[in-house]
């Protein structure tokens, strides 16, 4: 065990502790350490890097407290949620409790098959995405401040998304992932948007929540940090595949045919530029043929927190 595995393990920690506030009757805690879960899964790569402790225990380790914290803790969460606010039956809460648990299952086994992982992208949509989505979707105003007709057609649709995202786990659709990648054009929006809206949504939410002019516009402190999160999580997942150049699908699909990765990539050593604002409907990429990977490509594969399964 090294220093980044400890780091990795506090992902798993707070899994559990997310179902132990939840036993205990904190609901609003068991979401929150969804959040700091997340919190230690992002952090255990930076530390591998500064510690050059790379190795292939790291990624499984890291792979399999995702899983303990998004695919079973969180699914909790939804039962909860479901069944005690939304006053729905206990059978239909669980059904919609199982399928990111399940689906979620499935692909943690089939990720020991096969990679699903292309170099800047997840196959299929990465666990730690849903259940931030989902997480956030119950702690915003859409959930908590709606009422009669409106808060049955919110219930509705969240369900809706629950099942058809999770779905999507195991699926061979390509979701961006910050690995390798070169930010441009909409993505380096996309990015800030996410990584510096979030504190700044959740302190200048407890900022007016505590201010007494401006109280009574929130119902709770962290109301519009999750609000922010409902947004930027759903610009991820619906959105920003529109970003993807039409040549990486054509990549992405050879690779599931041949299992060769197609170098240069797009985003990462060739000189392609973002052009257009949905380069998704353009060819503007000359299609290369297979080689070998670049030797920082390879090694930066070898690190902690590369987790071939999301």
Not at 221 to 240: C, G, M, Q, R, S
Not at 242 to 255: A, L, M, N, S, V
């Amino acid at each position: 065990m090294k220093l980044k595995d400890y780091v990795t393990l506090g992902n798993l920690l707070a899994g559990l502790a997310a179902v132990i506030a939840l036993m205990e009757g904190s609901f609003d805690w068991a979401c929150n350490f969804i959040y700091i879960a997340y919190a230690f899964d992002v952090l255990d790569g930076p530390v591998a890097r500064l510690t050059k402790q790379h190795d292939t225990f790291g990624a499984h380790l890291d792979t399999a407290c995702d899983y303990v914290t998004n695919s079973i803790a969180a699914p909790f969460l939804l039962y909860h949620a479901f069944h005690f606010q939304a006053h729905w039956p206990i059978w239909i809460s669980a059904i919609i409790a199982l399928f990111p648990a399940a689906l979620g299952t499935i692909r943690q086994a089939r990720g020991y098959d096969e990679d699903l992982s292309y170099p800047c992208y997840w196959l299929g949509l990465p666990r730690p995405a849903l259940a931030l989505f989902f997480v956030a979707i119950l702690n915003s105003s859409i959930w908590t401040d709606t009422a009669g007709l409106s808060a049955s057609i919110t219930h509705v649709i969240t369900a809706v998304l629950v099942v058809g995202l999770s779905l999507l786990h195991v699926s061979r659709m390509p979701f961006n992932s910050n690995k390798y990648r070169r930010w441009m054009g909409m993505m380096w929006f996309g990015r800030g948007f996410f990584l510096l809206g979030a504190p700044l949504a959740l302190v200048v939410g407890l900022t007016l929540y505590y201010i007494p002019a401006t109280h009574s516009i929130f119902s709770y402190p962290t109301e519009l940090f999750f609000d922010h999160l409902v947004v930027a999580l759903f610009i991820y997942i619906f959105l920003a595949w529109t970003q993807i150049p039409k040549e990486d699908f054509r990549r992405i699909k050879h690779y599931l045919k041949t299992k060769e990765v197609i170098y240069p990539l797009v985003h990462v050593t060739n000189d392609w530029k973002c052009t257009r604002f949905v380069p998704f409907f353009y060819d503007d990429v000359k299609t290369a043929v297979p080689t070998e990977a670049p030797a920082a490509t390879q090694e930066a594969s070898s690190e902690n927190g590369s987790d071939h399964q999301g």
